[in-house]
């Protein structure tokens, strides 16, 4: 249920207050209070060339919103790279962290283990 209260001088203005009541529901944007959803692998896992100190690994992360917009994608690895990290690492593991941003600034992260092993 809509309640208006207004103050009506003319039947023109109740007609245009009338009609806003109606579309209002359906042109208002809604705030955006959800966070993106974030989809990251639990952890990579490599092997390294014989002789080698590293490893080569790409990682894959996507997102969505619940709003339909575009997400940003960021990590603490590669600026350039966002929702996808392919690089050498060391042997051991290495933890990059995504952040995925919607347009309302909400904020979905994860983690992700890159283990490396040497051969």
Same mark, same amino acid.
């Given at each position: 249920?809509?309640?208006?209260?207004?103050?009506?001088?003319?039947?023109?203005?109740?007609?245009?207050?009338?009609?806003?009541?109606?579309?209002?529901?359906?042109?208002? /944007?809604?705030?955006? $209070?959800?966070?993106?959803?974030?989809?990251?692998?639990?952890? *990579? &896992?490599?092997?390294?060339?014989? !002789? @080698?100190?590293?490893?080569?690994?790409?990682?894959?992360?996507?997102?969505?919103?619940?709003?339909?917009? /575009?997400?940003?994608? $960021?990590?603490?690895?590669?600026?350039?790279?966002?929702?996808? *990290? &392919?690089?050498?690492?060391?042997? !051991? @593991?290495?933890?990059?962290?995504?952040?995925?941003?919607?347009?309302?600034?909400?904020?979905?992260?994860?983690?992700?283990?890159?283990?490396?092993?040497?051969?």
């Amino acid at each position: 249920m809509l309640r208006l209260w207004c103050t009506v001088r003319s039947s023109a203005q109740l007609r245009v207050a009338f009609a806003l009541a109606l579309i209002e529901p359906f042109w208002l /944007p809604h705030a955006d $209070h959800e966070a993106p959803v974030l989809h990251c692998p639990a952890s *990579v &896992s490599v092997f390294t060339a014989a !002789g @080698q100190p590293w490893g080569d690994a790409t990682v894959f992360t996507t997102a969505i919103d619940n709003s339909g917009m /575009p997400v940003t994608i $960021h990590n603490n690895h590669s600026e350039s790279s966002g929702g996808q *990290v &392919s690089d050498s690492f060391p042997i !051991g @593991q290495t933890v990059i962290t995504f952040k995925a941003t919607d347009e309302a600034g909400n904020v979905a992260r994860c983690n992700v283990a890159v283990f490396v092993v040497g051969a």
